[in-house]
């Protein structure tokens, strides 16, 4: 197996945190001639985020997609014979804001106590360098491979850069490289990745009739949404501890002890300081994680049917019922760990740090999950240690150089071994064994 120059390496992620003070289109312009002067065909895509296709996965857009996008992509042409590979990472981060906290120049990598910080240096500039870095050791080798691509994809905001490109683009396999988010670094593997779904419930209320000012004396003659709502809370907890008894994912479950949640992040009614008032309304909101395996329908169905039921409980609410809006939703899906994909990454893993990963079940929602669903691509992901994200609220982003150095050396032997047809790498993976969950598609949103 190959390995790559710490020091060329190292820059390639400083000159990344430099660049991107001129914001995305920089940090774009600046990957994509990285990848021409390395001898990569270069292709830019401009698309439309609220544009792009929906499988399994659907959200709500603002302002911040309304815009064009662009995608940088790379490719070096390989043999037709052997497996082709696209690595990704996204090149855009948080909206910057609160700089006052940061410890020097944010646009300025800083290197202190084996860190290194740097706006956006954890998500995910240090994946588009370990990406450029791979791509840029594999053109100045000589080794036989199949075609090899990098692309820089735009993420956050529900960009789906990824999902945009992959339309009219076939590979065989895909490596999604971000620096963990769990804190535990090159420790683990993305294999698993959760669904999730996020709602909103109405729940209608009625002030009573009055032309005072202060409704606190008649109150009793209205409905308080906020008694209906607490009582609906009550019921979603509810459905969140059956779903619990009965939905099975040893994986999950041996990490955190259920395979299941359902919480309530929200509950709002009234404007501030109308203490006595009696609002027409109240609004509650949360969100429901579930494993591999189940349907995002079923799981939308189950909930749809508990308000019903809450509802009919109330002639009053059967009359004015409650009602949802779904805010954000995305499938489960799965790599086994027999898949070629999932041994080759271990491995690479295992060769430069040491020590074998173990499957990280718990990300929700990770990008990992769009080649698979869209076009039954298998992709895993990984990355180094890091900490303080910004997407946290936090201030001074970092990660670990010993464990970026380690994360752009097991993507180039990852790189090597999968185009190369090692371990059984395939042309033609199957969705079999993929291990993802069954197709659900959803228009309109």
């Known amino acids: 197996m190959s390995g790559i120059d710490a020091k060329n390496s190292l820059d390639l992620l400083n000159s990344l945190v430099r660049v991107q003070k001129g914001g995305e289109a920089a940090v774009q312009s600046y990957i994509a001639n990285f990848l021409n002067d390395v001898g990569c065909h270069v292709e830019q895509v401009e698309y439309e985020p609220s544009k792009t296709q929906r499988v399994d996965d659907f959200g709500s857009f603002g302002d911040a997609v309304s815009e064009k996008k662009s995608i940088v992509a790379g490719r070096l042409g390989g ?34 106590d084996g860190r290194l910080y740097g706006w956006g240096v954890a998500d995910d500039l240090a994946g588009c360098a370990a990406g450029m870095a791979a791509i ?14 990098f692309v820089s994809a735009p993420s956050k905001s529900f960009a789906r850069g ?5 339309k009219t683009k076939h590979t065989d396999a895909c490596l999604y490289l971000h620096p963990a988010e769990s804190g535990n670094g090159m420790k683990e593997i993305k294999a698993v990745s959760s669904g999730q779904l996020e709602f909103e419930i109405r729940v209608p209320g009625m002030p009573p009739e009055t032309s005072e000012p202060s409704q606190t004396a008649f109150s009793h003659l209205g409905r308080n949404p906020v008694d209906s709502a607490l009582k609906l809370y009550g019921s979603l907890i509810q459905l969140g501890e059956s779903r619990r008894s009965r939905v099975r994912y040893p994986l999950i479950e041996k990490r955190v002890g259920r395979p299941t949640n359902l919480h309530v992040s929200k509950i709002r009614s009234g404007k501030e300081r109308a203490l006595s008032r009696i609002s027409d309304h109240c609004i509650v909101g949360g969100a429901i994680s579930f494993p591999p395996g189940e349907r995002i329908e079923e799981v939308m169905r189950e909930l749809e049917l508990a308000i019903r039921r809450f509802d009919e409980e109330d002639e009053w609410r059967s009359m004015n019922p409650a009602s949802l809006n779904w805010v954000s939703g995305s499938n489960g899906v799965e790599i086994k760990k027999s898949h070629p994909l999932y041994k080759i990454t271990r491995q690479a893993i295992e060769n430069v740090a040491g020590k074998a990963p173990s499957v990280n079940p718990m990300h929700t929602a990770s990008d990992i ?62 969705r079999s064994r993929l291990g993802n969950s069954p197709s659900f598609r959803r228009s309109g949103r």
């Open 162 to 166: 990824i999902v945009e490109f992959l």
């Open 79 to 112: 043999s037709s014979n052997l497996p082709s590979l696209v690595v990704f990472a996204h090149p855009d981060t948080e909206p910057v804001n609160g700089l006052d906290r940061w410890i020097g120049d944010p646009f300025t990598a800083r290197s202190q």
């Open 369 to 430: 999950r769009f080649p698979i669903v869209l076009r039954s691509i298998p992709c895993v992901g990984f990355g180094c240690l890091a900490g303080n994200l910004a997407q946290n609220g936090l201030a001074n982003e970092w990660i670990d150089i010993e464990s970026y150095l380690q994360m752009t050396n097991a993507a180039l032997n990852v790189v090597e071994a999968w185009a190369s047809g090692e371990q059984g790498a395939s042309k033609t993976p199957t």
């Open 136 to 149: 840029s050791a594999i053109s100045s080798s000589n080794g036989r491979f199949g075609d090899i691509e």
